[in-house]
Structures are given as C-alpha cells and as structure tokens.
C-alpha cells in the first residue's frame, strides 16, 4: 500500500509549491517528512498486529493517513487560496 501513497503524496506536494527561483527543496523536505511519518505508522500499527490479531485494523493506519494526507494536499493545490490569509480593506 505504502508503494501507492509515497508517489502521491511526492506528487501532491510538489504541486502545492508555487513558482520559486531557489528551487522546490522546501516542498520535497515536506513530502519526505509526511514519509516517514507514514512509515512511522504504519510501522506501529504492524507491530500492534503482531501481537493481537485481532487488531488488524491497525496495520491500515498508516496507508490511509497518507491517502488521507495526499488527498489534502491536492485539495490544497487545487485551491491555493485556502492557504492564503484574507486580507481586509478598510
């Protein structure tokens, strides 16, 4: 599962930067750090299987967070605005 959410969410996050002339690094730091996270959990959730299988649902944690994750990111790009602070007139 996890061969599916890492391209998405390295995808997602390269799309919600903008245009930048130093480059996309602050993007690709981002996507790398919401991997590990998602390894991070999903690893937690197969150790808690091991020992009880009857927390099997655990072992989905992780894969569905990064989905989760993935889909707000697109979201975000699709949107940048939900980003951004409104600002007032007066």
Same mark, same amino acid.
């Given at each position: 599962m996890n061969g599916l959410v890492a391209p998405l969410i390295g995808f997602a996050a390269?799309?919600?930067g903008g245009f930048s002339r130093f480059g996309v690094w602050r993007q690709i730091?981002?996507?790398i750090a919401a991997l590990i996270l998602v390894q991070m959990l999903t690893?937690?959730?197969q150790g808690a299987v091991q020992g009880?299988?009857?927390k099997? +649902? @655990?072992a989905y944690?992780? +894969?569905a967070f990064g989905l989760l994750l993935a889909i707000? @990111? @697109?979201l975000i790009a699709d949107r940048p605005m939900l @980003?951004?602070?409104r600002r007032r007139r007066t």
């Open positions: 390269l799309l919600v730091m981002g996507a690893q937690a959730g009880d299988e009857s099997w +649902p @655990l944690v992780g +894969p707000g @990111l @697109l @980003l951004k602070w």
